[in-house]
């Protein structure tokens, strides 16, 4: 299973599935990240994590460790 | 009567500028009760009786951050007569999430929909109407920035608070969830509030363990409620919390579609886009950040900074006040111990003080215009690789870097930092940063001990650096930092431009609150340093002293011993140590005057004329000098910082056990230092070196050491406490 760590900058996936649980899950949905959401990999930070992701139209920096949470499928 | 009205929304979503445009400078700072979130609450213009409380900006209301707890707690227990959500318009489905959370509260609710002109700017266009019947709530389009529709949403919450409660809301999820929420809203019915009831039933279902516990459930009505949750999360394939989330989304999708038309654009690249196509480039991120921090250092601590800094402490309060007040109270007959209480004492601790405050404005100044444009999470996003081993947040890079010219600005700019844990850790470690006035006793130890040699002072900041990383690294695995890894999802604003009112009513906010310390605890504490250094008591009588006789004289005589192992067990290095408290550089000013050098030692080290040092160099050994210089740059901060870390992590217990740990971290390392130098040197082995080593590898043991699971042992207790 693909998660969003493995995409490259400028692809785009659909997120299939959120692994783990508690506060780092809640607060990945709460920033809307779920189950079908199109994620959009804008960049990587110059030193090479976090990854900056666009999500429903705005900015979100995500950590590389907490992007293997989220499975996706590429688009 | 008096009415309270709350003020919700996300970060970034406009809100300060909101409660700054509502209140004017009828404004009180101060924090949450028990944790350092900050707490504002201010008057409403024109609307006399009216309170508006900001809350802190909040994406959801979970219950896995303070802040967000910090407000759920207010919306349930303090009952606000009404509620603004204010809502970003240009980022309305992010922003509506929030809002489906506040209207399940059954407080009276209207929306600010915030950055209207942005939205016409991009040509999109929200329909009102539809998305204010779909939602049951009142909206108004409002420009906080540019001052329009404020009043008009303060005047309808205050009319929305008067009729009060008017029953359940649009309902957001689908039939299943509903169903299973109706079941348990006739669980707990008789347990909670009517307005509340919808919410309580919703985060029951979710299984928030803040409510569970609140609620103090009977076993039975749990066991009921766990059976309806797990019922649905088989029907839905999904967890509770999932479950909720999706819902939420997928209605505000829904919404989107009905209410919102976006004009098509030109591929999907905003301005702020393309900024920061720039700004957080692959290869030019690094160098413009190194510019951006070297502007802001070279205006706040070398250029501006410095001049205005030495402009208050030696023209405003040496020249312009202590001088004359000397000269008036000695004209007017004042007795000498008074005197010396209001000019040394008084005046001069609290001007050491207040000297660094229009530094601090400046350095606030500009902090708080990286912060309005947004450049501040884009430091956090470029920093972050790097200072999250050492349990840092990406934001600490400033307060270092600023600590390295004071520790006091440094300590306040940790301000920045959203999660409570980085923050702490900040504080606590940005006092290793040699700062300014630390610099005299370096060019002192170098200059008489050392012949000048140039490795002196780069060692230093090296040692203060590695400070840093190796308390990082230690502190991080302790149970007090310990816990779940805190999410670094953050997001990244778009960037505007600084509104002058925001920026300038931050600078002040965190300027005031230096000042308001330096007038009490910080004063105290000098007062009592010099109470203590004047007088002491000759031939049986307790007179004014020179501070040689002085009380501090015999407490250094009293402590020296303790210093023993660290090679400067005598009571002049002791005492000036102390007295460095007060001011670093003191320690220079201090040793000069009791090794009875003739003249002032700390221009004497400016000038490099390090000949006439000769008495203080007689004091140490070359082994012993560096000893004393580490201890002074690691152990604990001035009068003036420790008021800050007091003011930043708004506990007593956490500063004392930040100064703790500082001073202990600062023997250690000082004392094995000195004891494996001796050893190197002059091959003694005695019991103080075995102390020593043994101290080195408690240090060793302490930086690699796997960290004990606390995170894991919790949910396990948790487990157990639940039965599973």
């Known amino acids: ?75 | 009567m008096r009415l309270t009205i709350a003020l919700a929304g996300n970060p970034n979503s406009g809100k300060s500028t909101m409660f700054n445009d509502l209140t004017g400078s009828n404004q009180y700072v101060g924090n949450w009760p028990g944790v350092t979130v900050e707490k504002k609450e201010g008057k409403l213009k024109g609307m006399p009786g009216v309170v508006i409380q900001d809350l802190p900006g909040i994406y959801s209301l979970s219950p896995y951050t303070l802040e967000e707890v910090v407000s759920r707690n207010y919306l349930i227990n303090e009952k606000p007569g009404a509620i603004i959500n204010i809502v970003d318009g240009s980022n309305l489905e992010r922003n509506l999430y929030l809002t489906t959370q506040l209207m399940e509260i059954g407080i009276p609710m209207v929306i600010a929909l915030n950055m209207i002109d942005v939205v016409r700017k991009n040509g999109d266009t929200i329909n009102v109407k539809k998305l204010s019947e779909a939602l049951g709530c009142d909206i108004v389009e409002t420009s906080a920035l540019k001052g329009e529709g404020s009043v008009q949403v303060a005047q309808r919450a205050g009319e929305l608070a008067k009729i009060g409660y008017q029953g359940e809301r649009a309902h957001v999820f689908g039939g299943t969830v509903e169903h299973s929420i109706a079941h348990i809203e006739d669980l707990i019915r008789d347990k909670v509030e009517e307005r509340y009831l919808r919410w309580y039933s919703i985060k029951l279902f979710e299984r928030d363990e803040k409510v569970m516990e609140q609620l103090k459930l009977s076993p039975d009505i749990l066991k009921n409620i766990e059976n309806i949750t797990a019922d649905c999360e088989k029907e839905m394939d999904d967890d509770a919390e999932s479950i909720v989330t999706n819902e939420r989304y997928a209605y505000i999708s829904r919404l989107m579609q009905s209410c919102l038309i976006k004009k098509p654009r030109k591929g999907n690249m905003t301005v702020s886009d393309r900024i920061d196509r720039v700004v957080t480039n692959r290869f030019l991120a690094l160098p413009i950040f190194v510019a951006v921090m070297f502007v802001m250092y070279y205006i706040a601590v070398t250029t501006i900074g410095a001049i205005v800094t030495d402009f208050t402490n030696d023209t405003l309060f040496g020249a312009w006040i202590m001088e004359p007040l000397a000269a008036w109270l000695e004209g007017a007959g004042t007795a000498g111990w008074l005197s010396s209480l209001v000019v040394d004492g008084i005046i001069g601790g609290v001007g050491a003080v207040l000297g660094f405050v229009p530094q601090m404005l400046i350095l606030f100044l500009m902090l708080a215009i990286l912060e309005d444009v947004g450049y501040m999470a884009r430091v956090a996003f470029i920093m972050d690789r790097i200072f999250r081993r050492f349990g840092l947040s990406g934001k600490s890079f400033i307060p270092m870097l600023i600590g390295s010219g004071c520790s006091v600005p440094g300590i306040m700019a940790s301000r920045t930092i959203e999660n409570e844990r980085d923050r702490r850790m900040t504080v606590m470690t940005t006092s290793f940063i040699p700062c300014g006035a630390k610099m005299p006793i370096v060019a002192l130890i170098a200059g008489a001990i050392f012949g000048n040699a140039w490795w002196v002072a780069p060692s230093c900041y090296f040692i203060g650096v590695a400070a840093v990383i190796v308390s990082g690294v230690i502190l991080k695995k302790t149970r007090m930092f310990a816990g779940e890894p805190a999410p670094f999802v953050m997001e990244l604003p778009t960037y505007h431009a600084p509104a002058a009112s925001n920026v300038l009513r931050s600078m002040w906010e965190r300027g005031w609150s230096f000042i308001r310390r330096a007038g009490t605890i910080i004063l105290l504490a000098s007062m009592g340093i010099w109470f203590f250094s004047s007088f002491g008591i000759i031939d049986g009588a307790f007179v004014m002293a020179d501070m040689e006789e002085s009380m501090l004289a015999a407490a250094g005589n009293f402590m020296a011993p303790l210093f023993a192992p660290l090679g400067f067990g005598n009571w002049r290095a002791t005492v000036a140590t102390v007295m460095g408290l007060v001011a670093k550089e003191e320690i220079v000013g201090v040793l000069g005057v009791l090794a009875r050098v003739s003249g002032d030692a700390l221009e004497l080290v400016e000038e490099g004329a390090f000949a006439g040092l000769a008495g203080i160099a007689g004091m140490f050994t070359t082994a012993s000098a560096f000893a004393y210089l580490l201890f002074n740059l690691l152990c604990a901060p001035c009068f003036a910082a420790i008021g800050a870390m007091r003011r930043e992590m708004n506990s007593g217990k956490w500063t004392w056990f930040a100064v703790g740990y500082l001073c202990v971290f600062a023997y250690a390392v000082a004392m094995i230092y000195y004891q494996l130098a001796s050893l190197f040197t002059t091959g003694a082995f005695t019991v103080a070196t075995t102390v020593a080593v043994i101290l080195l590898f408690a240090l060793i043991y302490l930086l690699f050491r796997k960290p004990a699971d606390y995170a894991s042992a919790g949910i396990k207790q948790k487990q157990l406490r639940a039965g599973v």
């Open chain 1, 1 to 75: 299973m693909k998660t969003l760590r493995q995409m490259k900058v400028g692809e785009s996936a659909t997120v299939t599935r959120l692994r783990g649980e508690g506060a780092v899950k809640r607060r990945i949905m709460d920033m809307g990240i779920i189950k079908g959401t199109e994620v959009y990999v804008r960049k990587v930070a110059p030193l090479g994590d976090p990854m900056e992701l666009n999500v429903r139209g705005y900015e979100l920096s995500v950590r590389k460790a907490d992007c293997d949470m989220i499975e996706v499928e590429q688009l």
